[in-house]
């Protein structure tokens, strides 16, 4: 069974705390991403990867930076926490090809609460 | 650019009777379509996609989807609802310059016994 799973499911860190959000994925999968859901906004892109110390960008990457050392592992490091970033974080993996005609899986979330 | 719309915050359907879950969507090409569903605090989860061929696209836990060029629509439907099947579904289309999902707002369905 194919798995992508998030180090914490609930978190609460103070504002200005360096954060970190680890994301493992069991499938040898190039592609890695992490998504922030807030209601009514969906899912927006944070950052992604498409191999080992290589990141791209996404919709929303104000405040936030990534690292992948290993092929499996995504990590998502929030610099200095605000509470703007009160939020849920998803991490997804996907084949070679990305998601044109494969689905994403995703890990369970990780709700962040910034105090 | 690709994106998806879901018109509807909520939709409330009585269990047994059958549910839609609309989606509209604006693509250059052929587009390719996906629903997941998230259930209470937990990550998404695949239930089916649209590639090419049939307009009818059959996924997980009994649901289809009807895929309608002329109405750049992808409803979400199924004959007969459980309450089970109350989550929170969203639509999605592939950023293929990005290889990432680009997903709709997200549509809350509640299923009442």
């Known amino acids: 069974d194919v798995k992508v799973t998030q180090s914490s499911r609930y978190l609460v860190k103070r504002t200005g705390e360096k954060v970190f959000l680890e994301c493992v994925q069991d499938m040898d999968h190039e592609n890695m991403f992490w998504y922030r859901q807030d209601p009514g906004l969906g899912l927006r892109l944070i950052y992604f990867?498409?191999?080992?110390?290589?990141?791209e960008k996404g919709d929303i990457p104000e405040g936030y930076s990534v690292s992948r050392e290993k092929k499996e592992r995504f990590s998502l490091i929030l610099e200095s926490a605000s509470t703007n970033q009160t939020s849920m974080y998803l991490c997804?993996?996907?084949?070679?090809?990305?998601?044109?005609?494969?689905?994403?899986?995703f890990g369970q979330g990780t709700r962040l609460t910034v105090v | 650019a690709q994106s998806v719309a879901q018109p509807e915050d909520q939709v409330n359907v009585a269990e047994g009777n059958p549910l839609t879950v609309k989606c509209t969507y604006s693509v250059s090409g052929n587009p390719y379509l996906f629903w997941y569903v998230q259930y209470p605090n937990r990550g998404l989860q695949f239930l089916l996609k649209y590639i090419t061929g049939d307009n009818l696209v059959k996924g997980s836990y009994g649901f289809e989807a009807e895929f309608n060029k002329s109405q750049t629509s992808f409803h979400l439907k199924k004959p007969s609802a459980l309450v089970s099947d109350s989550a929170l579904y969203f639509c999605?289309?592939?950023?293929?310059?990005?290889?990432?999902?680009?997903f709709g707002s997200g549509t809350r369905l509640q299923v009442q016994p």
């Open positions: 999605a289309v592939p950023d293929t310059g990005r290889r990432a999902l680009t």
């Open positions: 990867s498409y191999d080992v110390k290589m990141k």
């Open positions: 997804a993996s996907s084949p070679v090809g990305g998601t044109a005609n494969t689905e994403a899986f």
